[in-house]
């Protein structure tokens, strides 16, 4: 429960006094003095509850979400915190994020918080150094045009820790309404000490006034937060895997300017909306992070 918020544990209807519905009986169930039927109605209501617990299998992550999930994490140093995914293409691992995050970033390194399995089932996160910069070069390949990079990685991986070029979104962008989740760290919050992110649902909230080729930036009704920059935009494919259809880069806050005879203030208060890029523009960049290396 969020700081300065207070759970009410007060009953919705008090001791001694009525419902809604008074005395009335409510019709299909059985009130005072039903006797015989009334047993026979509380009997088989258990024995229906009781059945549906033992038939029903155990509540679990949506396979397209966990699998997103398993190829998301952390990416830190001392200037910058962002969210990035992890994508297969043949031999060659790229780690996909939004470039001003990389930018920001000081120095020739950064951590990426892998995880690993750990004893009686549990998974612990594991922090990698990875190289970003050699002096002042940098190492990443960054979109000519927008706000994403990606970088060709080095790692010891588990195998579910990338997903394959086929998972990112090449065709029809979703649409007006959609529903669509996102994965990130916002303001840098992990869901545990695994290192695993958070994980939110939202809708593409804009409708596209050009195609994707002239326009690639949709609005979704997610908030953003320092940290959740490079996360994936996603959904079902249809058959239980992940489709990657975006990128979060920024939040879009309403932006006030006020004035007094002595001072003037500017005042960014967010509207619970997030900027995020096309998916096609992934596999453009790491195309010309492979025409770079031939």
């Known amino acids: 429960m969020a700081p300065g918020l207070r759970e009410s544990k007060k009953d919705i209807f008090p001791p001694g006094r009525p419902s809604c519905c008074g005395n009335r009986r409510i019709i299909g169930l059985p009130g005072k003095g039903a006797g015989f039927h009334g047993s026979r109605v509380k009997n088989l209501l258990l024995a229906t509850a009781a059945f549906l617990t033992l038939a029903l299998p155990a509540a ?31 031999d060659q691992v790229f780690l996909v994020t939004a ?52 970088l060709a990685v080095n790692l010891k991986l588990a195998a579910d820790a990338t997903l394959p070029l086929a ?27 695994a290192g695993f992110p958070i994980a939110r649902h939202g809708v593409v909230a804009s409708f596209p006034a050009a195609p994707v080729a002239d326009d690639p930036v949709f609005v979704l009704d997610i908030n953003s937060w320092d940290g959740d920059s490079g996360g994936p935009v996603f959904r079902d494919d249809g058959t239980g ?24 203030r500017k005042i960014e208060t967010p509207m619970g909306l997030s900027k995020a ?14 025409a770079a290396e031939r």
């Not at 090449?170 to 840098?188: E, F, K």
């Open 167 to 193: 998972a990112v979104q090449a065709g029809a962008m979703p649409g007006l309404g959609d529903p669509v989740m996102v994965l990130t760290y916002p303001a840098r919050v992990e869901a545990n000490g």
């Open 99 to 150: 470039a001003h995050t990389l930018e920001k970033a000081s120095g020739e390194t950064s951590i990426i918080v892998l995880r690993e399995p750990g004893e009686n089932g549990t998974t612990v996160r594991k922090d990698v150094t990875i190289p970003i910069r050699e002096g002042e070069r940098a190492l990443w390949t960054k979109h000519p045009a927008r706000d994403l990079a990606v």
């Open 60 to 90: 679990r992550a949506a396979a397209y979400a966990e699998a997103m999930m398993h190829a998301t994490f952390k990416l830190f140093n001392k200037d910058s915190t962002a969210t990035c995914f992890l994508l297969r293409d043949q």
């Open 277 to 290: 890029l096309h998916a096609p523009l992934i596999l453009e960049t790491i195309e010309k992070a492979r």
């Open 241 to 264: 895997k992940p489709r990657i259809v975006g990128l979060v880069i920024e939040r879009i806050n309403h932006v006030e300017t006020i004035k007094s005879e002595r001072e003037s």
